[in-house]
Each structure stands twice: as C-alpha cells, then as structure tokens.
C-alpha cells in the first residue's frame, strides 16, 4: 500500500463520501473509518464499498485514547482526515457539552496522539481538520467570509469547531505537526441526516407533514454539493500547504424561503401534485436561538491554488438529491422511525 489514512467520522454524511472517493480512486491507498456510529453514523452509506479490499472499518471513539494508540501503531497512518464531530446547530444548543467532549477534547486527542504517534518524524504526514465557515459567525447583507476572516462563532457548535480549529493551528505552531484545516459551507446531498432542513423538509413535504421554517426565513446559506465538498477534501489532502488554512463553498446563497419553495416545487413535480400543494404545508416557527443570519464563501484561494471549483448547477444537484431521498425509502424510514420521533417530537413540538 502506497499510502494508509485515517478517515474518522466516515459513517457520516460528509464522511461517507469522502471515504467511498478514496476508496474507489486510489486502490493502493488502505482506508480505515474509525467512527463511533451515534445516531448520525450509519454504515448503510457504504454498503457498496464496505467489501472492498482496501478498505476497514473500526467502531471505536476519538476520546478513546488508548485505541487511538493502537490503531496509530497498527496501521502506521501516513494521513488523518478528521471529520468526526457533533454536526447539528439546534442539538448544540440542547446539550452544548456533548459537543464540547467530542469536538474540542476528541480533536485535542486526535492530534495528541498523532504527534506522539509520529514521534517527530513528520516527513509525508498529513492531519487534515474538516471545519466548517460557521466559525466566522455571520454576515449582514455584504461582504464574504474569506480565510484571514476572524472567528467570532456564536453557538455551542461553532463555538467547539472554533476552539478545534485553534488546537490544529497550536499543534502546527507549536510541535510542527504537519496540519491543514478547511472551512466549508453547508453541504446537501445524498445520506444527509434528517434533522438538517434539506432532507427534514423532503421527508415532510413526502409525508404530507409541516415544514418548519425558523423564524421569517430570511437567513440566507451557501449550499454546495457534498460530493464537490468530497472532491476539495481529497485535493487539499494531497496538495494542501501545512499549517495553512483552505474556504470552501458553493458561490450559492439562497434564502431559506426560497430554497424551500423551489424544493416544494420539485417535489409537487415528482410527486405528480398540483402545482403549489406543497408550499402550503411552510409553517413559519420560533426562531433558532442566536440564529446566524448569513454566511457567504469566498473561495478564491483554493481555487487559484488548486483550480478547484463547485461543478454542480444548483436545481440539477436539488434535483438529484430529490431523487435519491425518494429512491431509498428504506433509508430514510429506518432512520426516521424509533429514536428520530423523539428527537422531533422535542425539537419540534413547542416552537
Ligand atoms: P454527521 O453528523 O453526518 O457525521 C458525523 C460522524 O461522526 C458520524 O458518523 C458520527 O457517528 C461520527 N462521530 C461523532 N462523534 C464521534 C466520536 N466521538 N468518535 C468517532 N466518531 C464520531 O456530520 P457531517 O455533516 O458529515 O459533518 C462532518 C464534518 O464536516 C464535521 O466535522 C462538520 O463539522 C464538518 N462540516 C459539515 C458541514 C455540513 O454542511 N454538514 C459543512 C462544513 C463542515
Ligand atoms: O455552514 C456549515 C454548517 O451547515 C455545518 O457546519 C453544520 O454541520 C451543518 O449542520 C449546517 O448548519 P446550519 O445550521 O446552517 O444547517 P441546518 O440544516 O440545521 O439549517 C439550515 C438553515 O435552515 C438554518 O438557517 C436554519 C434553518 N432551518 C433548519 C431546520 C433544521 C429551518 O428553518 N428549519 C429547520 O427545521
């Protein structure tokens, strides 16, 4: 094997893309997904590569110091993409120390362990930190966030992505140890979980159910095909700068409104409903505390480094994306029954 990385969090949604690319484009690299499958973790997103022979998948924990030591000395891992995380704004505010625990103290032992690991032979490693634009809190109607923006993280979430990111960047500073961070914006797509509002309002508006729009919808995201993001995520792998830090986006604002409008209108058409029967089911709810009003990415470094930029037309990507969700209904119903009633039931009930 020419290369063996590390990939955590690669039962999740952008993770499991990420691993399936890997995989699938470089056959003599091993890929091991060390994931804690909690309810956002699902191994059916790699049902298709789960036999491949240079893949293998580890159930186990970030915070779990001592496998992390053992997988180090095992596998030997030239790399680590780091994506494991708590993902999901509105739990962040429900329960801020579960994030605190997985995002800041499993990222600090991640890298703990990769630099003991390593040892000071840091020649052809690699430690890529996934984050997210939600670290340089929000916008008003101009401007763009680009890399030199400074923090200003307003939720739990992005308060303990904000507090990993400075750990990565103190980890290269300080030890050397050879690390890269890229900050994205809001990727849709296939195997997104449910509770992020893409996928939350396909399933409602296919049950016939409210979609809850937080406050008047006027907040406005960059949304960008995760299979795009997966593609930056293996560029900046293996051409990234260490120490250097990469934006990501889609150069795509919509408001909520309007997103959930033209998503009401693909479905109506591929639901063969009158035009306009799902718009009726937007219900305008209390709104998200603290609720980011806008992020916008400038992603003009990783482009003219790299040539990267997002491929997908936007309704051609919402399009698919419609279709895959209503192609695997047994995805979907698995995740929704059981444990997700209750989440909605407490996300949702009182608002
Ligand atoms: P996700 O919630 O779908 O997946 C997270 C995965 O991490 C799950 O498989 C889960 O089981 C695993 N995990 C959680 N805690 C763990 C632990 N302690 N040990 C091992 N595994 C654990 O998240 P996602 O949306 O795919 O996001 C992946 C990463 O990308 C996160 O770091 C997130 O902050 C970042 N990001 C997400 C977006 C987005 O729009 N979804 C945008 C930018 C950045
Ligand atoms: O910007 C990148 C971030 O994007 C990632 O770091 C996060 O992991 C990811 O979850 C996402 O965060 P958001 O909070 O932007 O995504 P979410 O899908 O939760 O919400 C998108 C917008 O829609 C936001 O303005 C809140 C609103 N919303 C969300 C839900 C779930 C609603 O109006 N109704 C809803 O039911």
């Given at each position: 094997m020419?290369?063996?990385?590390?990939?955590?969090?690669?039962?999740?949604?952008?993770?499991?893309?990420?691993?399936?690319?890997?995989?699938n484009?470089?056959?003599?690299?091993?890929?091991i997904?060390?994931?804690?499958?909690?309810y956002?973790g699902?191994?059916?997103?790699?049902?298709?590569?789960?036999d491949?022979?240079?893949?293998?998948?580890?159930?186990?924990?970030?915070l779990?110091?001592?496998?992390?030591?053992?997988?180090?000395?095992k596998?030997?891992?030239?790399?680590?993409?780091?994506?494991a995380?708590?993902?999901?704004?509105?739990r962040?505010?429900?329960?801020?120390?579960e994030?605190?625990?997985t995002?800041?103290?499993?990222?600090?032992?991640?890298?703990?362990?990769?630099?003991?690991?390593?040892?000071?032979?840091?020649?052809n490693?690699?430690?890529?930190?996934?984050s997210?634009?939600?670290?340089?809190?929000?916008l008003?109607?101009?401007?763009?966030?680009?890399e030199?923006?400074?923090?200003?993280p307003?939720?739990?979430?992005s308060?303990s992505?904000?507090?990993?990111?400075?750990l990565v960047?103190?980890?290269?500073?300080?030890?050397?140890?050879?690390a890269?961070?890229s900050?994205?914006?809001?990727?849709?797509?296939?195997?997104?979980f449910?509770?992020?509002l893409i996928?939350?309002?396909?399933?409602?508006i296919?049950?016939?159910k409210?979609?809850?729009?937080?406050?008047?919808?006027?907040?406005?995201?960059?949304?960008?095909?995760?299979i795009?993001?997966?593609?930056?995520?293996?560029?900046?792998?293996?051409q990234?700068?260490?120490?250097?830090?990469?934006?990501?986006?889609?150069d795509n604002?919509?408001?909520?409104?309007?997103?959930?409008?033209?998503?009401?209108?693909?479905?109506?058409e591929?639901l063969?409903?009158e035009?306009g029967?799902s718009?009726?089911?937007?219900?305008?709810?209390?709104?998200r505390?603290?609720?980011?009003?806008?992020?916008?990415?400038?992603?003009?470094k990783?482009n003219q480094?790299?040539?990267?930029?997002?491929?997908?037309?936007?309704?051609?990507?919402?399009?698919?994306?419609?279709?895959?969700?209503?192609?695997?209904?047994?995805?979907?119903?698995?995740?929704v029954?059981?444990?997700?009633?209750?989440y909605?039931?407490d996300?949702y009930e009182?608002?």
């Open positions: 020419e290369k063996t990385i590390l990939i955590t969090g690669g039962a999740g949604f952008i993770g499991s893309h990420v691993v399936r690319l890997f995989v484009k470089y056959p003599h690299y091993q890929i997904n060390l994931d804690k499958l909690t956002a699902n191994l059916q997103n790699l049902k298709d590569i789960e491949a022979k240079n893949y293998e998948f580890v159930k186990g924990d970030i779990d110091t001592e496998l992390l030591k053992t997988l180090f000395s596998y030997k891992f030239d790399g680590v993409i780091h994506l995380a708590e993902s999901h704004v509105d962040s505010i429900t329960n801020p120390l994030f605190v625990q995002n800041v103290i499993g990222t600090a032992n991640l890298l703990n362990v990769a630099k003991l690991s390593w040892n000071g032979d840091f020649e490693k690699m430690f890529y930190h996934i997210t634009d939600e670290v340089f809190g929000s008003g109607k101009e401007g763009y966030f680009v030199t923006t400074p923090y200003d307003r939720s739990p979430y308060a992505k904000a507090s990993s990111d400075h960047r103190a980890y290269f500073h300080t030890y050397k140890l050879p890269i961070i900050n994205c914006s809001n990727n849709y797509g296939p195997n997104q449910p509770e992020k996928p939350l309002a396909i399933n409602n296919k049950n016939n409210n979609i809850p729009v937080y406050g008047k919808g006027d907040n406005i995201r960059d949304w960008l095909f995760v795009d993001h997966a593609k930056a995520i293996d560029l900046l792998f293996h990234g700068k260490a120490g250097e830090t990469y934006n990501i986006g889609g604002e919509w408001t909520n409104l309007d997103l959930i409008r033209t998503l009401c209108s693909i479905m109506d591929r063969n409903r035009k029967a718009e009726k089911l937007i219900t305008f709810v209390t709104d505390a603290g609720h980011d009003m806008r992020y916008a990415i400038d992603f003009t990783i480094k790299l040539g990267w930029k997002p491929s997908l037309d936007f309704k051609q990507g919402l399009e698919s994306t419609v279709d895959w969700y209503l192609d695997n209904e047994d995805w979907l119903n698995l995740i029954s059981g444990a997700y009633q209750n909605y039931k996300q009182n608002r």
